[in-house]
């Protein structure tokens, strides 16, 4: 049992693994396509992972449903599911990690991503 648990310990930091990590998400990027289709290439999330981002044009809109919007109408912070609300678009970069989907002005099960 302790060869198997040997064999399993990675031998890099954690900060060695998320820069890693970083590279191999930037290399299945196709950087050109994404450009081509008006996103950009920037870092996302907790581990600042390399990714391809559209921006919506009317992020930061106030809202009452997804239709309302190019992405997502959401909450700026978690809601308790059911109350009534205004969400705001998203903007598609720098948007809050948990929040709640807002339909018919209404707030939906809390999410959080990274």
Do not use: W
Not at 9 to 31: F, G, H, P
Not at 40 to 58: E, N, Q, R, W, Y
Not at 79 to 104: H, M, R, T, W
């Amino acid at each position: 049992m302790l060869l198997f648990l040997a064999a399993c310990t990675s031998t890099m930091t954690m900060d060695e693994e998320v820069e890693q990590n970083r590279k191999q998400a930037l290399s299945k990027i196709d950087i050109l396509g994404c450009l081509m289709e008006g996103k950009l290439i920037a870092s996302v999330g907790m581990f600042a992972t390399p990714s391809c981002i559209k921006l919506h044009s009317d992020g930061g809109k106030i809202c009452q449903d997804s239709s309302d919007c190019e992405g997502m109408c959401t909450s700026k912070e978690v809601l308790d599911n059911g109350v009534k609300a205004n969400g705001f678009c998203q903007v598609g970069l720098g948007d809050p990690s948990c929040y709640n989907e807002i339909a018919n002005g209404i707030a939906d099960n809390a999410t959080c991503a990274d």
